[in-house]
T-cell receptor, first 111, second 110 residues
Framework: DTAVSQTPKYLVTQMGNDKSIKCEQN?????MYWYKQDSKKFLKIMFS???????INETVPNRFSPKSPDKAHLNLHINSLELGDSAVYFC??????????FGDGTRLSIL | SQQGEEDPQALSIQEGENATMNCSYK?????LQWYRQNSGRGLVHLIL?????REKHSGRLRVTLDTSKKSSSLLITASRAADTASYFC??????????FGAGTTVTVRA
C-alpha cells in the first residue's frame, strides 16, 4: 500500500488556469507538507499542516492555497497558473521530529 | 534560502567503489538527515543523525557529523547500480521544518 499518494502524477495545463493537487497519507501522521522542486532539484518547503492547522507558510504567492480537510489529507490549489509554476510538487508527512515520508510528486507543466 | 549545500554536485563511480559526498550548513541544528531520490520518484529517508552524535551507520551507509565545522558526510560503501540516485542532506533547525540542499547526483557504472 502506498504510504503517501499524490494525484495527479502529471499535470499539463495552460497559463491562467486553476488546478488542484491532492495528497493522502495512510501512515497516521499528524503533520503534512507541500514542497516545490525546481529544475535544478532545489527542494523548498511551501506549507505545513499539523492536525489540520497551518504551521508553516513560507513566502509563496497567495495564488497557492493549501487545504487540509482532515489530518490524512492535504490538497494544494493553484489559481491563475504562471509559467514559473512549472515544477515538481511533493507532498510529505511525518510525526514530530521523525523522518518525513514523501509521495512520488506531481509534475506540473504550464504551456 | 537553502540551508544545506552538498558537494560534489555530481559523482560517477564504478560498481564496487565507495562514494562520499559532503554537506555543509549555516545555522545550529537539532538533527541532520540524508535522503535518496531515484529518478522520477519522491525522496526516501536514509539516516538521521542528531546534533550530539558524531557518527552513525546503517547497512552500507556511514554518516558523520561535525557540528564545529557545520558539516556532514555520507559514505556509501561497495556501491551497486541500484545506488544510482540523487542524495540530499536536510537540516532540522526548527520544529517540523527541514531545509534541503540541492543534492549530489551519483551514477554507479556497471
Amino acid at each position: 500500500d502506498t504510504a503517501v499518494s499524490q494525484t495527479p502524477k502529471y499535470l499539463v495545463t495552460q497559463m491562467g488556469n486553476d488546478k488542484s493537487i491532492k495528497c493522502e497519507q495512510n501512515l497516521g501522521h499528524d503533520t503534512m507538507y507541500w514542497y516545490k522542486q525546481d529544475s535544478k532539484k532545489f527542494l523548498k518547503i511551501m506549507f505545513s499542516y499539523n492536525n489540520k492547522e497551518l504551521i508553516i507558510n513560507e513566502t509563496v504567492p497567495n495564488r497557492f492555497s493549501p487545504k487540509s480537510p482532515d489530518k490524512a489529507h492535504l490538497n494544494l490549489h493553484i489559481n491563475s497558473l504562471e509559467l514559473g509554476d512549472s515544477a515538481v510538487y511533493f507532498c510529505a508527512s511525518s510525526n514530530n521530529e521523525r523522518p518525513q515520508h514523501f509521495g512520488d510528486g506531481t509534475r506540473l507543466s504550464i504551456l | 534560502s537553502q540551508q544545506g549545500e552538498e558537494d560534489p554536485q555530481a559523482l560517477s563511480i564504478q560498481e564496487g567503489e565507495n562514494a562520499t559526498m559532503n554537506c555543509s550548513y549555516k545555522t545550529s541544528i537539532n538533527n541532520l538527515q540524508w535522503y535518496r531520490q531515484n529518478s522520477g520518484r519522491g525522496l526516501v529517508h536514509l539516516i538521521l543523525i542528531r546534533s550530539n552524535e558524531r557518527e552513525k551507520h546503517s547497512g552500507r551507509l556511514r554518516v558523520t557529523l561535525d557540528t564545529s565545522k557545520k558539516s556532514s558526510s555520507l559514505l556509501i560503501t561497495a556501491s551497486r547500480a541500484a545506488d544510482t540516485a540523487s542524495y540530499f542532506c536536510a537540516t532540522d533547525a526548527d520544529d517540523y521544518k527541514l531545509s534541503f540542499g540541492a543534492g549530489t547526483t551519483v551514477t554507479v557504472r556497471a
